[in-house]
């Protein structure tokens, strides 16, 4: 074990005289993350874009119109871009296109059969390429719809009479005052509980710890761990690379035939991965507390995450290079291999945004469970869902140690000797 710890703060040693490499990647995770930030906004903004809806009026009443401008009036005016097009056909297939989210269509007879006292609907034809703009159309749609016929009901009896004198050519003037002495006395009635409501709702977070403090999930606080943990990964090659080169070199040899063994020198690369990893994962940690204002959550369980995750990422660069030759070969599997692994496990794009299919893919990924053991943190989730991916990455990143500590000794034996 002494000879283990002397190699590694050699490892140690020799890569912090020449850290160019190392602080390179580090830099790579704190550029995106500003980028990032300053494309979608702060950390505190939550921006929904406006959603366009496509308008079909196959009435052309006063009612129909009425029913749509209702869609355009206060703060809907910002969350809907209601676009009126001629022809059901024409709007379809814009629809079908993806120039909408969602198209409404408001039938012949609307204003008649409103008029009758009689039910009638608008068609609501959502896009099925998205996912979240149409549902959203969908609720504001039914929320208007339900405000527009109780209006009809609490004006029904001014209605009946309005319907009463609309065919005749002239009203007389002593009706229209009565009628709009009515509605105002109507309006009058019911100001009391509609300005202000009297029901109104509040709106709480329940927090799932007392003791814990339950931050949001920023933009920055997803990214930068994300593209970290794919670095980190770059990182851990660096100091593992260490072993073709002493090979090709012939100074594995040469060690060969001193006390130590190949094994002692293999887990000293595989602790020196894990320390240099844990002091970048720090780092990169106040940075993004200091620079981006992240909530990273418990500090005690935050440590230990960096420690498992690093101690996982070692192991499993440590497996990768059982199959590995050459540098050259390392640098062609190993980036390969990243790249892949930081893609399907949510390091350059969200988990659900992709298929279910690849979302079970992912969970075969590091990058899936150090983020989603970061993201736990972050938000405060309870004890309880964080411990078994911890203890998962700390058995898995020791398993793979183990096994590639074997295989290794075994494949650099039998080519120093050959």
């Not at 890569?15 to 300053?38: A, R, S």
């Not at 509605?183 to 007392?210: H, M, N």
């Amino acid at each position: 074990m002494k000879r283990v710890l002397l190699l590694t703060g050699k490892d140690f040693r020799r890569k912090w005289k020449n850290p160019v490499v190392i602080v390179g990647f580090l830099l790579i995770p704190v550029v995106f993350t500003f980028l990032f930030g300053i494309i979608f906004g702060s950390s505190e903004e939550n921006v929904l874009p406006s959603i366009k809806v496509l308008s079909v009026d196959q009435d052309q009443s006063l009612f129909s119109r009425l029913y749509l401008s209702t869609l355009t009036q206060g703060e809907l005016k910002d969350m809907i871009d209601l676009q009126s097009v001629p022809t059901e056909e024409k709007a379809r297939t814009l629809l079908n296109k993806g120039k909408a989210s969602a198209l409404m269509i408001i039938p012949s007879e609307f204003g008649d059969k409103i008029w009758a006292g009689e039910t009638t609907q608008v068609l609501l034809v959502k896009n099925p390429s998205e996912q979240f703009l149409p549902q959203i159309a969908e609720e504001i749609s039914d929320t208007t719809a339900l405000l527009f016929s109780a209006l009809f009901q609490v004006f029904s009896e001014e209605i009946d009479q309005i319907r009463e004198f609309s065919e005749q050519s002239e009203i007389p003037d002593q009706i229209i005052s009565s009628l709009s002495v009515k509605i105002k006395d109507r309006i009058q009635g019911i100001e009391k509980y509609v300005f202000p409501p009297v029901i109104s709702l509040k709106q709480i977070t329940q927090k799932k710890d007392s003791e814990s403090q339950n931050n949001s999930l920023t933009v920055q606080s997803y990214i930068l761990p994300a593209i970290s943990i794919m670095f980190l990964m770059f990182i851990c090659n660096i100091v593992f690379e260490d072993l073709l080169r002493e090979k090709e070199k012939g100074t594995l040899l040469r060690m060969s035939i001193s006390p130590l063994r190949i094994s002692e020198f293999i887990w000293s690369k595989i602790l020196a991965a894990v320390i240099i990893g844990v002091l970048c994962s720090l780092f990169l940690v106040i940075l993004g507390a200091v620079v981006f204002s992240i909530g990273w959550g418990r500090t005690d369980i935050l440590l230990l995450i960096v420690l498992c995750l690093n101690i996982l990422i070692a192991g499993f660069i440590a497996i990768l290079y059982t199959f590995i030759r050459t540098e050259r070969q390392a640098g062609a599997l190993l980036s390969s291999v990243i790249v892949v692994m930081a893609l399907l496990g949510g390091s350059m794009t969200p988990i659900s945004s992709f298929p279910l299919f690849i979302q079970k893919i992912s969970r075969f990924t590091i990058n899936y469970w150090g983020l989603e053991a970061f993201k736990k943190n972050i938000t405060g989730e309870p004890m309880g869902q964080i411990w078994p991916i911890v203890l998962g990455m700390l058995g898995a990143g020791i398993i793979f140690a183990f096994i590639s500590s074997l295989l290794l000794r075994n494949k650099l034996k039998r080519g120093l000797y050959r």
